[in-house]
């Protein structure tokens, strides 16, 4: 079985959160829930921020891969190349180790 091809859309022009590379209908929802309904919102946050405010709303730490995405996904839209989330893992684990 083969890998599927990375989403690589144009970050000027594109305006669903599931169209971003690692984002999915579930991670957009949750996106959503804190505020964030267009890509281009995550221009400027601090992905820890955002993985703070999701676990508050849910109630309990969410698993510290969706901090990975949100970091890849703010890492795109701030001009960044469509890399796979656990790219971030490492750099996640200097900020949050848990």
Sequence with gaps: MGRSKMK???R???SRLVDLPN??????NGLQRIGIDHPRKLIGK???DLYQ???SIYG??????VLDVFMSAVYFM???D???WWSFTKDRKKVWPE
């Design 82 to 84: 469509p890399l796979p």
């Design 78 to 80: 701030e001009g960044g």
């Design 60 to 65: 309990q730490k969410i698993d510290p891969c």
């Design 53 to 55: 405010a999701l676990c």
């Design 12 to 14: 000027e022009k594109v």
């Design 23 to 28: 984002i999915g209908k579930a991670t957009a």
């Design 8 to 10: 690589n859309p144009d």
């Design 46 to 48: 601090d992905p820890l």
